[in-house]
């Protein structure tokens, strides 16, 4: 039964990718180019100025909040250079 669905799986994707490769990528709806243009990608330059002072009362919440937030900033990072792509990329296809 699991190399079944297994094998079924991997025959969606194969047909999924022959009709990208007929068709070419989706073109994105103008909602999603608003959202994007829209995007604040502007994060504090440190955890301490959102948290409110006293909330964090040991070392190991000092740590998961430093944790938490240096997630923050690779995921912005990341959104960050995701955008610069799709701007080149359209960049390029309207040249």
Known sequence: LILF???DSRDKLAEQLR????????RPVQDQNLQLNS?????????????????ITSAKMLKQQAAIW??????????????TIIEV???WKKG
């Open 39 to 55: 995007m604040s990608l502007d994060l504090e330059p440190s955890w301490d100025r959102v948290v409110a002072q006293g909330s």
């Open 5 to 7: 669905h297994l094998q």
């Open 89 to 91: 990329s359209r960049q």
């Open 19 to 26: 009709q990208l490769e007929a068709n070419g990528l989706p």
């Open 70 to 83: 240096e997630l923050f900033q690779t995921e912005i990072n990341i959104l960050r250079h995701l955008k």
